[in-house]
Structures are given as C-alpha cells and as structure tokens.
C-alpha cells in the first residue's frame, strides 16, 4: 500500500517569507514518481512538478525549490520570498508502478496562507 | 497547451434530477479520469478510461455513470444523486494510464450541490 503525509495542516507567514512544506512518503515499489500539485481556492489542480526514484537532485524554478530525499523517503517544497499569490492547498502525490491504473496517490493537503 | 476544460463550473441539482458534467481535452491524451473531492480532503479517484475503455471503477455507486465518447471528451452521468454528492468533481487526462511518469492535468472542476 502506499501512503503520502504532509503533516502541516496549515502554514500562516507573512508576505515574503521563506516556507518549506513537508512531504513524506511510503512505497513499496522501485520505481515510482512523485508530484506536487497547488491548489488555489478556484479549485484546479495546478501541477507543479514531477520527480522520479532514481533522480535525487534537487530542482529550482524560480521562487520554487524541491528537495527530494529518498533516504528519508521525503520530498520537500519550499517557497522563497513568498507572495499573497502562493495562498493556496498545495498536494503531495505520489504514482507507483500501477501507474494512472491506480491513479495518485494523495496527501491531505497542506493550507499555506501568506497574508500581506 | 495543457488544459482540460469542464462543464459546468457550478451545478445544483434536486435527488430525483438526472444531470451530466462534462470535460474537454485537445492535448491528444488517451486517458482520463474523474475524480471527487470533498472540502478539505484530497482527491478520490471514481474512474479511469484508457483508450476511450474503462479500465478502472473503484466500486463507485451506479448513480454515477462514466461515458466516454472519443479519446477527447468524458462525461458523467449523474442520477438519483444524495446530499452526501455534493462535492467538487474534477476530470483529469494524461497522455497514457500505464506507468507512474504519466502526469495528470487537471480540468477546474464541477461544483455540485445535491439539495
């Protein structure tokens, strides 16, 4: 079975802050992928960003910064400089070998409000 | 152009009301899917169509009826619906449903309300 936890219900920061949303995972499987998709309160699934098992580094794009740890079994976002735009539920979800068969596994969601 | 669209965005419906939501994909993906998903809690996969085939029901109620029409378009049928349904109902499409790298694109969501 597998298991996504994003143990922060909800994060409150001021406008630019740094804030890292955690992200843990459990799989029985070699290969599998990671997601991280933003969820604003319009209600679409914005994706994000997708990792791979067998690639550890970490990615950059902008204010965003992944930090994948397979050690820890962990796969960490963080946002710099943080803006009112970034409010949203941001998800954690994971894909294994059964692929979309099985569809996405899903954390519950972490509540970032960045207030002004 | 990654976009999936849906139809409608909002959508209030009575329990004997037969209703159907709709969702559009023009990225040339062959699998889509419906998901649900209540306030606060992430989304639960209902369906999976690969190659216009439904490939997986995960034992969702029969008032839920999945269509798929062609490779582009997926509906759901919804009949004798309850209050408990209301919900935000999202469709998402991928390029293939067979291995873990696919990346699902998801539509804006339906709004359902069962009064």
């Known amino acids: 079975a597998q298991k996504v936890t994003q143990a922060q219900t909800e994060i409150s920061v001021v406008e630019k802050e740094d804030v890292t949303l955690d992200c843990v995972y459990e799989?029985?499987?070699?290969?599998?992928?990671l997601f991280w998709y933003k969820q604003p309160p319009s209600g679409e699934l914005v994706f994000l960003i997708r990792?791979?098992?067998?690639?550890?580094q970490n990615e950059i794009s902008g204010r965003y910064s992944w930090n994948f740890q397979k050690s820890t079994s962990s796969f960490n976002f963080t946002i710099t400089a943080s803006q009112v735009v970034d409010s949203a539920v941001y998800f954690c979800?994971?894909?294994?070998?059964?692929?979309?068969?099985?569809?996405?596994?899903f954390g519950k969601g972490t509540h970032l409000i960045i207030q002004p | 152009d990654t976009e999936v669209t849906q139809t409608p965005k909002h959508l209030v419906m009575g329990m004997t009301n037969k209703k159907s939501l709709k969702c559009e994909q023009h990225m040339g993906h062959r699998a889509m899917y419906w998901y649900k998903q209540k306030a606060k809690k992430p989304p639960e996969l209902m369906f999976v169509y690969s190659y216009e085939k439904l490939s997986i029901n995960e034992s969702v109620p029969s008032r839920f009826s999945p269509e798929c029409p062609n490779s582009s378009l997926l509906n759901l049928h919804l009949h004798a619906l309850q209050p408990e349904d209301s919900a935000l109902y999202l469709c998402?499409?991928?390029?293939?449903?067979?291995?873990?790298?696919?990346?699902?694109?998801f539509g804006p969501g339906t709004r359902l309300l069962v009064l």
């Open positions: 799989t029985r499987d070699t290969t599998y992928y």
């Open positions: 979800a994971l894909s294994g070998e059964g692929g979309g068969a099985d569809g996405l596994t």
């Open positions: 990792r791979n098992s067998f690639d550890e």
């Open positions: 998402a499409s991928s390029q293939d449903s067979s291995g873990p790298q696919e990346t699902q694109y």
